[in-house]
């Protein structure tokens, strides 16, 4: 069971270029959220969807798109990079909503804009 | 406004119990107690919740105190591989829609000292 898998592990981008993060899960979990997390700082939340062609904002969405085909597949696109979008980048998954107990996260994806 | 006040750092004896506390003096009747921690750079991991009673499990032990303003979470032989940022997290469990959103604070780094 592989769980919630991200990849990649580690990339630079320069300003204004695109790249789409992937994260996948195989534990049939409706609903997948995408963290931001800064140096030092908490995890905020960019994108969530509860299902299959269903998605919806968090607290920090500008800059972000995101798309669920499948329920399987959440990845997160960034159209135009920033340097303020050097960060760690989580994905997750969860059975159900609100039950914050039942969320696994993936290993992250750390992304430096240049 | 932050849902929980947690000490930024402690140490802890590796084989001594790390008690870690975390105030939550605004938290409703029906929110819950999460505690998560984050071993290096790696996605965050669920260690268990309460909602008014001592709870236990495998990994740790959660004392909620009777107004419920406050909690700690026990580790009670701290290993080195115990050495991670501990959240306290506050939330209501949802049997529908509701709120999506972990909100991770600062946490508290716990260093196990050999």
């Known amino acids: 069971n592989a769980g919630v898998t991200q990849t990649p592990k580690f990339r630079i981008l320069k300003i204004g270029q695109s790249m789409t993060l992937q994260c996948a899960q195989d534990?049939?979990?409706?609903?997948m959220y995408w963290y931001r997390q800064d140096p030092g700082m908490g995890l905020k939340l960019i994108y969530y969807?509860?299902?299959?062609?269903?998605?919806d904002k968090g607290e920090v969405p500008n800059g972000y798109n995101v798309s669920r085909s499948t329920t399987e597949d959440f990845p997160l696109r960034l159209e135009l990079a920033a340097p303020s979008q050097t960060s760690v980048y989580f994905c997750?998954?969860?059975?159900?909503?609100?039950?914050?107990?039942?969320?696994?996260f993936g290993s992250g994806t750390r992304l430096t804009v240049v | 406004d932050a849902k929980t006040t947690q000490p930024p750092s402690m140490d802890c004896a590796e084989g001594r119990a790390a008690n870690l506390p975390c105030n939550h003096s605004t938290i409703s009747g029906n929110e819950y107690v999460y505690w998560y921690r984050q071993i290096h750079s790696q996605g965050p991991q669920y260690i268990i919740h309460?909602?008014?009673n001592n709870e236990t499990n495998e990994m740790a032990s959660l004392i909620i105190t009777e107004d419920r303003k406050s909690s700690t979470l026990i580790l009670p032989h701290a290993t080195l591989r115990d050495t991670a940022v501990y959240y306290c997290i506050v939330g209501q469990t949802y049997s529908g829609a509701g709120s999506y959103q972990l909100t991770f604070g600062k946490g508290t780094k716990l260093s196990v000292i050999p």
């Open positions: 997750a998954s969860s059975r159900n909503a609100g039950v914050f107990y039942g969320y696994t």
């Open positions: 534990m049939n979990h409706n609903y």
């Open positions: 969807s509860v299902g299959a062609g269903i998605t």
């Open positions: 309460g909602l008014k």
